[in-house]
T-cell receptor, first 111, second 113 residues
Framework: EDQVTQSPEALRLQEGESSSLNCSYT??????LFWYRQDPGKGPEFLFT???AGEEKEKERLKATLTKKESFLHITAPKPEDSATYLC????????????FGKGTMLLVSP | DTGVSQDPRHKITKRGQNVTFRCDPI?????LYWYRQTLGQGPEFLTY????????KSRLLSDRFSAERPKGSFSTLEIQRTEQGDSAMYLC???????????FGPGTRLTVL
């Protein structure tokens, strides 16, 4: 069974204080690992897809990296508008591309 | 707006009533997924359509749940005889052919009293 574990569950940062979120996964044949951002009461917003170990993707203050067992979402000099829940999901090679999500990391950035 | 849309955004119902939700996909996205999300949890897969065919259903999907996608366009998710445990956010996601990314709608928040 595919599993995704995210840590920490919650993270509070000061504006400008860089940090990383962790996503550990087990999957029988990884097709892709996805990062989403979710604001309260809204649907997840797609951020990145990573396919193979060593791959990195960047978008503004966010950078996602992937190893064979985990992924990191690095947040550099965060701003209050980066406050959200960040979800990690895996997609297995088998089956119909369904996503298995972790519980998310709730990030709060204070000014 | 060319994103995924869902209707209604919020639904409050009494236990035992039937409810139906609608999802309109991004144009030309042939794959459509329903997920359910409860507070503090990530979304959990419910069912998958490729065009009009329902190809996969989670064991989470009890007999009270049914989904359709007539003509491979919009989809509906119906819950019969709702229970308090059905209270959750119901999310629809769509995916285009040849790509792996899924794009989510805003969700329907269901509250069963």
């Amino acid at each position: 069974e595919d599993q995704v574990t995210q840590s920490p569950e919650a993270l509070r940062l000061q504006e400008g204080e860089s940090s990383s979120l962790n996503c550990s996964y087990t999957v029988s044949g990884l097709r892709g690992l996805f990062w989403y951002r979710q604001d309260p009461g809204k649907g997840p917003e797609f951020l990145f897809t990573l396919y193979s170990a060593g791959e990195e993707k960047e978008k503004e203050r966010l950078k996602a990296t992937l190893t064979k067992k985990e992924s990191f979402l690095h947040i550099t000099a965060p701003k209050p508008e980066d406050s959200a829940t960040y979800l990690c999901a895996v997609q297995a090679m088998r089956g119909y591309s369904t996503l298995t999500f972790g519980k998310g990391t709730m990030l709060l950035v204070s000014p | 707006d060319t994103g995924v849309s869902q209707d209604p955004r919020h639904k409050i119902t009494k236990r035992g009533q039937n409810v139906t939700f609608r999802c309109d996909p991004i144009s030309e996205h042939n794959r459509l997924y329903w997920y359910r999300q409860t507070l503090g949890q990530g979304p959990e897969f419910l069912t998958y359509f490729q065009n009009e065919a329902q190809l996969e259903k989670s064991r989470l999907l009890s007999d009270r749940f049914s989904a359709e996608r007539p003509k491979g366009s919009f989809s509906t998710l119906e819950i019969q005889r709702t229970e308090q445990g059905d209270s959750a956010m119901y999310l629809c996601a769509t995916q285009g052919a040849g790509v792996n990314e899924q794009f989510f709608g805003p969700g329907t928040r269901l509250t069963v009293l």
